[in-house]
């Protein structure tokens, strides 16, 4: 990794492909920052760099070589796969996790103690965000091995893209009422809609919604 790069994505700051680190956290909070880069489009965790970009420096770089495989190996299902550069800044070594987007989505954060308790996280803009099932279900339908999808246009979606068109967008509440089934069902035919590359799903902090996949004139 060139030093430029690096002096790049400091200058301009957070993003969906960078996080930055005051110092080496606990290894289920560098966890999740990782998978949700993982489950996204893969990303850059800078440690040793304030939120304000100051360079603050990393103390030990044994640690920091420690924490990081503890929370690829021991915090992440499945395990992460990652590239880790310590580089001299201003007298100061900053540590440089580097993960891509991966192709063993979703990638849940784990507690060793309770493993059965696991959490998906997603990259959204500057944050890493909890993944809704239905998001989760997409994950899964993105890995290599994922069954191929067919998919047939009925009425249903037809009045759904009607509505999107109208409106902008439609929630699984809108789609479920719209054409009168269960929350349920309408999630999982939004789900195979994103699949097939027909709609685009958007996660904020209430729900999720979903508009329709903008086509080249």
């Known amino acids: 990794m060139r030093r430029s790069q690096v002096q790049d994505m400091i200058s301009t700051g957070e993003s969906t492909t960078v996080e930055f680190k005051r110092k080496c956290t606990a290894p289920e909070k560098m966890a999740k920052e990782l998978t949700a880069f993982a489950n996204t489009k893969g990303g850059y965790l800078l440690i040793g760099i304030d939120d304000d970009r100051r360079i603050i ?40 996790v580097h993960v891509n987007e991966s192709n063993e989505k979703p990638h849940a954060v784990k ?3 309770t493993p059965d308790e696991q959490k998906v996280y997603i990259r959204q803009g500057e944050e890493s965000v909890s993944a809704s099932k239905e998001m989760i279900r997409i994950l899964r339908g993105m890995r290599a091995d994922a069954k191929p999808l067919m998919i047939s246009i009925s009425d ?12 902008g967008r439609a929630t699984v509440k809108d789609f479920s009422t719209l054409v009168n089934i269960s929350d349920r069902r309408a999630a ?23 508009t329709l996949v903008e086509r080249p004139n």
Do not use: W
Request: charge should be negative; charged fraction near 30%; include cysteine.
């Open 57 to 96: 420096g990393i103390p030990s770089e044994k640690t920091i070589m420690s924490e990081v495989e503890r929370a690829c190996i021991f915090y992440c299902d499945p395990p992460l796969n990652y590239e880790l550069y310590i580089m001299p800044f201003d007298r100061l070594d900053i540590a440089i």
């Open 111 to 113: 507690d060793p103690q």
């Open 156 to 167: 249903k979606e037809r009045r759904l893209f009607d509505f999107i068109e109208k409106k």
């Open 188 to 210: 999982r035919l939004l789900v195979r809609l994103v699949r097939a590359g027909v709609l685009n799903i958007h996660t904020n902090e209430q729900h999720d919604y979903y």
